[in-house]
């Protein structure tokens, strides 16, 4: 566990502040859930909590399937990682944090769907600086009870795939499944 140096006391009420740099590394925004954890050792444990997360081993096994079927690289995220990555490297996307732009792309609840090659990319992890992320993608947010809490993206592998219509709607169906189960 890593220390900060940073000493925060309980108030009346029972609550203590997250400092405000912690919040900013952690992407934590004011009204995201924290689940709350404790150790033998005593230690209470705070961690971001992910309502798709619960469905990690599901998600992977419904990637393993866009993939095959597609012939595309499928990526499962909750609002802040990805959670399960299919036809592609996992040691590149998998947990990796999504970036900036697919997180506003997640919040606004955006449909995209580059049609063309030359079409603008979406850096899919926070740290692909508008790197080009395959040739062509389709990213559709998963929506659970009106609020968005993830997205699938689809990937192209080949330099001459062009997304369409047909992978917006497996996207689209996927992520509409994924949020139908969360649902339940």
Request: proline content about 3%.
């Amino acid at each position: 566990m890593k220390a900060t140096g940073v000493v925060r006391r309980i108030d009346d009420l029972g609550r203590i502040v997250i400092p405000k740099e912690i919040r900013k590394t952690l992407r934590i925004k004011e009204g995201d859930p924290l689940e709350i954890f404790t150790d033998r050792e005593g230690q209470v444990i705070l961690k971001k909590y992910s309502p798709i997360g619960e469905l990690s081993e599901f998600a992977t096994e419904y990637a393993e399937t866009l993939a095959k079927t597609t012939g595309h690289i499928a990526c499962i995220t909750d609002k802040d990682t990805i959670i399960a990555v299919s036809g592609g490297s996992k040691k590149e996307f998998l947990e990796q944090n999504i970036s900036k732009d697919l997180e506003k792309m997640i919040d606004d609840k955006e449909v995209y769907i580059s049609k063309e090659n030359n079409d603008r990319s979406i850096p899919i992890k926070q740290n692909d600086n508008k790197e080009r992320m395959g040739n062509a993608q389709v990213v559709y947010p998963i929506i659970s009870d009106g609020d968005a809490i993830g997205s699938v993206i689809l990937i192209s592998k080949d330099a001459n795939t062009k997304m369409s219509e047909i992978e917006k709607k497996v996207a689209q169906s996927a992520a509409s499944f994924l949020g139908t189960q969360m649902e339940l």
